[in-house]
């Protein structure tokens, strides 16, 4: 069994196929659809019965987004790698998240790649008040006239991020009007989750501060599971994604009261 390449390539054979979508799985611990389709030159629909077949066998875990390999419940992705995913979705997410900020607010921003993002279109403000545990948000934020409250904690290295009781406790007591914030995967039967316990207790605290919660997720973390949950669903008040979700995830999301903004390209 092979696909004709439309382009005049020579046809590219299942088990040739399979072994290099294996291959770019076990090089990046997880891998979105679209990136898998376009790595391997072949359809969507194609790529979707590979990763099928793939983990029939179990080489891989296949999920609404992509694939990952086998226990990447438990494994928490790198800053390095998590920057290069998805730049056009976040980019996109982070301009819609935008619009639910006004002058005068406080929030919390809670760390990641989207919530960098998001933080830079922050910098136009001149009465906002921010409290992040994220070194890469307060960076963002530095020279602008955003006024930004760091958390106390310890570093974690693989996400630039404070966490720990000292990170929780500094976020005990606080009202602000909405949090922002991402994780590794997102569910409609059990909300956010991400691999990490620490992360997942500066998370709820995050949650815990704020009157709604905004969710920032591009496509691939939707429909995900990972090991610890941080914020359920019914929490959850507004989920800001892109176009390329999945829609029955999301339509479940919405029958839950989560209100959607998703983004368009």
Do not use: C
């Amino acid at each position: 069994m092979s696909d004709t390449q439309s382009d005049g390539r020579r046809p590219v054979f299942a088990a040739e196929r399979r072994q290099r979508i294996l291959e770019l799985v076990r090089a990046n611990g997880a891998v979105s659809l679209r990136e898998l389709a376009q790595s391997v030159h072949s359809s969507e629909v194609t790529v979707r019965r590979d990763l099928r077949a793939l983990e029939s066998e179990g080489l891989l875990n296949r999920h609404h987004g992509g694939a990952t390999l086998p226990g990447e419940l438990s494994r928490e992705a790198g800053y390095a790698h998590k920057v290069s995913l998805e730049s056009a979705e976040k980019a996109a997410i982070a301009d819609l998240a935008a619009a639910l900020v006004e002058d005068g607010d406080a929030i919390v921003i809670g760390p990641g790649t989207t919530t960098q993002e998001f933080a830079r279109r922050l910098t136009r403000h001149s009465e906002l008040a921010v409290v992040t545990n994220s070194l890469l948000v307060a960076q963002v934020l530095a020279a602008s006239r955003v006024e930004v409250m760091l958390t106390g904690g310890t570093l974690r290295g693989a996400i630039l991020a404070l966490v720990g009781s000292a990170a929780e406790h500094s976020l005990a007591g606080l009202r602000v009007r909405r949090a922002f914030i991402s994780g590794n995967g997102l569910s409609a039967e059990r909300g956010l989750s991400t691999p990490n316990m620490q992360v997942a207790g500066v998370d709820r605290a995050l949650a815990a501060a704020a009157e709604e919660v905004v969710v920032l997720a591009d496509h691939t973390k939707v429909g995900v599971d990972t090991m610890v949950q941080t914020v359920p669903p019914d929490r959850i008040d507004h989920l800001v994604t892109d176009d390329a979700a999945p829609r029955d995830v999301l339509d479940e999301l919405s029958g839950r009261g989560v209100r959607l903004h998703v983004a368009q390209f």
